[in-house]
């Protein structure tokens, strides 16, 4: 969840320029920021730092026939996958084990697309930013609607997190527009550690898809996780807003 995304995705890295810093002092450790002809990036979630430094470690080793948007594709296929497997897992739940192995895929196309022009200095940050966005959201609408088939998270209930993640994904864009400033994450989670969250909760339902909430009740795993994700989403839609309007109040006062 995913572009993330949305990474992650919710967010992700994009194709950004060749300079890359932490942030200044007195903000977090964790906190990386990428110079952007257009706007500045910033990527504050917990494995920010050491998956950066693996990226650009891949990035060196890949060979010259591979490219960015070749990456991108990948990313975007592995997320159709993903969905398509859920949705298969309805009569076969083994095809759970491909929606792990399609997350893992995605990692790698949808996170190192952006670093590979980096590292090569190949970048088009317009095209990129546009083009790795409208498939995060594309890819995004496959994985939730598979799940909505699989018969592991309920129709009204995965609609709902779509909608929150695209309300979401929308005020960021329009942060991103209005303030040059690009949130990869949000408390410290961003679509790397989502992607991870994921992937633990789809291995769970090979062994039991049900949550026991002791005096509420049982329920569907995925719902119970699906609703956590739509407040987490409610919530930082809230904050971001609330942010953002506040600091373009101060910056255009009358």
Known sequence: MSSSVVEGSALRLGRTPARTQCVPQGTA???VTEANPLHVRQHGSLLAIPER???????RRLPPWVTSDQLT???????????????LSRSNRLALCIVVIALAVNWFGDSLDGTLARVRNQQRPRYGFYVDHVLD????FFLVGGLALSGYMSSCLALGLLVAYLLAAAEE??????RQLFRLSF???GPTELRIILAIG?????????????TLGTFRLFDVGGTVAILGLAVKLVVSAVRNSRALYLDEKL
Request: net charge positive; hydrophobic share 65%; charged share 5%.
């Open 29 to 31: 450790a964790n906190v």
């Open 73 to 87: 594709l990948l990313g975007f296929a592995a997320m159709f996958l993903a969905g398509l497997a859920y949705w």
């Open 53 to 59: 430094k693996a990226l650009v470690w891949m990035a």
């Open 137 to 140: 959201m594309v890819g995004t």
């Open 187 to 189: 408390l410290g989670f």
């Open 202 to 214: 789809t291995l769970r339902l090979l062994s039991n898809p049900w949550a026991h909430l002791g």
């Open 173 to 178: 864009f329009l942060a991103t527009h209005v």
